[in-house]
């Protein structure tokens, strides 16, 4: 099994975490393996990203006027990248929220992102949203 750069998988993760910041669903797929799945949050059923990206990049730019992730730390191993980050947003109501949790990265020989495993919880987020 090929092992990639550090710096390589590094750039994947920051250009996952710019284009949602950008809202950007077409630059934000690129970043993915053409059956990559994501579980975000942890617990609820995976999403195969090719064919959901749409509905999760529009839910976003449904709710928020901004969000600006900030990734805290970026741990790699292997192929693998796990990163702490917090996400501010300013909803289109003009609530501001703040949430954070941990995205662990499976990144593939190809250098994209093969799945996603989010430690989140959403519920805060929405608390925020309707307070």
């Known amino acids: 099994m090929l092992t990639n750069h550090p710096e390589a998988i590094e750039t994947i993760v920051a250009a996952y975490f ?4 950008a809202m950007n669903p ?3 797929v690129e970043n993915f393996a053409e059956d990559a799945v994501s579980y975000d949050p942890v617990g609820e059923p995976p ?3 090719h064919e959901g990206f749409r509905q999760f990049i529009g839910q976003l730019q449904a709710v928020f006027e901004k969000l600006e992730p ?3 730390h970026t741990f790699v191993a292997g192929n693998e990248a796990a990163v702490k ?3 501010h947003g300013l909803s289109k109501s003009g ?3 703040t949430f954070e949790g941990i995205t ?3 990144i593939n020989e190809a250098n994209k992102i093969q799945t996603t495993r989010a430690y989140w919880n959403p519920a805060l987020m929405v608390a925020q949203l309707r307070s």
Do not use: D, H, P
């Open 85 to 87: 980050w917090t996400m």
């Open 70 to 72: 900030i990734t805290e």
């Open 47 to 49: 999403t195969k990203i």
């Open 18 to 21: 710019a284009n949602i910041a």
């Open 95 to 97: 609530k501001s929220v």
């Open 104 to 106: 662990i990265f499976e």
């Open 26 to 28: 077409e630059g934000w």
